[in-house]
């Protein structure tokens, strides 16, 4: 089931990529997941100062009429149009670089020493190992195949 709903986040990618061009503003990910027995189709956009519910509109109205021209989703889903938040997902290798220094949350896949999550300050992304450095000094290497995800953190 992963590489299907992969291959429908690419494909609504590349749907979604000249729609946002278009529309002024920045494609930031793709999301096919099910949650509660529903299929949801999460797509992120982005802008310098953010995004307005007027642009979350505009990408929803044009992406769903190109999703439902093309029809290459064979499951009922909610399509959700919204920005990526403070706690935003770091999916490519540009974000990885835009938020060196920053405070992020890792989840893993499968426990290490009975841990799943951990956050630290990103030291970058080098092939596809993700490095951290904790608050007490530690570096910490994730392969990016064992991150379920990682996260700007939110830290008041």
Same mark, same amino acid.
């Given at each position: 089931?992963?590489?299907?709903?992969?291959?429908?986040?690419?494909?609504?990618?590349?749907?979604?990529?000249?729609?946002?061009?278009?529309?002024?503003?920045?494609?930031?990910?793709?999301? =096919? &997941?099910? +949650?509660? !027995? @529903?299929?949801?189709?999460?797509?992120?956009?982005? /802008?310098?100062?953010?995004?307005?519910?007027?642009?979350?509109?505009?990408?929803?109205?044009?992406?769903?009429?190109?999703?439902?021209?093309?029809?290459?989703?064979?499951?009922? =889903? &909610?399509? +959700?149009? !919204? @920005?990526?938040?403070?706690?935003?997902?770091?999916? /490519?290798?540009?974000?990885?670089?835009?938020?060196?220094?920053?405070?992020?949350?890792?989840?893993?896949?499968?426990?290490?020493?009975?841990?799943?999550?951990?956050?630290?300050?990103?030291?970058?992304?080098? !092939? @596809?190992?993700?490095?951290?450095?904790?608050?007490?000094?530690?570096?910490?290497?994730?392969?990016?195949?064992?991150?379920?995800?990682?996260?700007?953190?939110?830290?008041?």
């Amino acid at each position: 089931m992963i590489g299907l709903t992969k291959e429908i986040e690419k494909k609504v990618e590349e749907l979604a990529l000249p729609i946002c061009a278009g529309l002024g503003v920045n494609l930031w990910a793709v999301e =096919y &997941v099910k +949650e509660a !027995g @529903s299929w949801f189709l999460r797509v992120y956009i982005d /802008r310098d100062g953010g995004v307005t519910i007027d642009d979350c509109e505009a990408v929803s109205r044009k992406l769903e009429g190109m999703l439902d021209a093309r029809d290459f989703i064979d499951s009922a =889903y &909610v399509l +959700e149009v !919204g @920005s990526p938040g403070i706690d935003r997902p770091l999916k /490519r290798p540009e974000d990885y670089e835009k938020y060196y220094g920053e405070y992020v949350d890792i989840k893993l896949y499968k426990a290490i020493n009975k841990t799943k999550s951990f956050q630290g300050k990103l030291r970058g992304l080098a !092939g @596809s190992v993700v490095t951290i450095e904790t608050d007490d000094g530690q570096v910490l290497e994730f392969e990016l195949p064992s991150i379920a995800s990682c996260r700007l953190a939110v830290i008041f």
